[in-house]
């Protein structure tokens, strides 16, 4: 079992910050990919940030000057990933989840957390 956990999320107020957490822990071997994406009331679910293990990221073209993703840090088998989210705009608005993609005996899994929300609004 992969257990993923979310942390951060809030209200904040359009041009501000927050800082969102992963840790992923539980029967994860070989992290190869963590990331970020979101979804919007009514909308589909979105990419915001990836990083691979050997620290080669990708942005969504709406994040990019505002967003960071960090390099995936381990402690023994537990995995964490953030993602510092500054400018923030109302259309940021939305449920934020982290994903992991890992491999164990050959074979890629993913997992999803929980989700995060995230409500930029004065």
């Known amino acids: 079992q992969v257990q993923l956990v979310e942390s951060g999320g809030g209200l904040v107020q359009p041009g501000g910050s927050l800082r969102l957490s992963c840790a992923a822990s539980?029967?994860?071997?070989?992290?190869?990919?963590m990331g970020w994406y979101r979804q919007a009331p009514g909308k589909q679910r979105e990419l915001c940030a990836t990083?691979?293990?050997?620290?080669?990221?990708?942005?969504?073209d709406f994040v990019k000057g505002r967003f960071t993703i960090s390099t995936i840090s381990r402690d023994n088998a537990n995995y964490t990933v953030n993602l510092q989210m500054n400018s923030l705009k109302p259309e940021d608005t939305a449920v934020y989840y982290c994903?992991?993609?890992?491999?164990?005996?050959?074979?890629?899994?993913?997992?999803w957390g929980q989700g995060t929300q995230v409500t930029v609004s004065s």
């Open positions: 994903k992991v993609l890992h491999v164990k005996s050959g074979t890629l899994y993913s997992k």
């Open positions: 539980g029967s994860i071997f070989s992290v190869t990919q």
């Open positions: 990083i691979t293990s050997d620290g080669r990221t990708n942005y969504a």
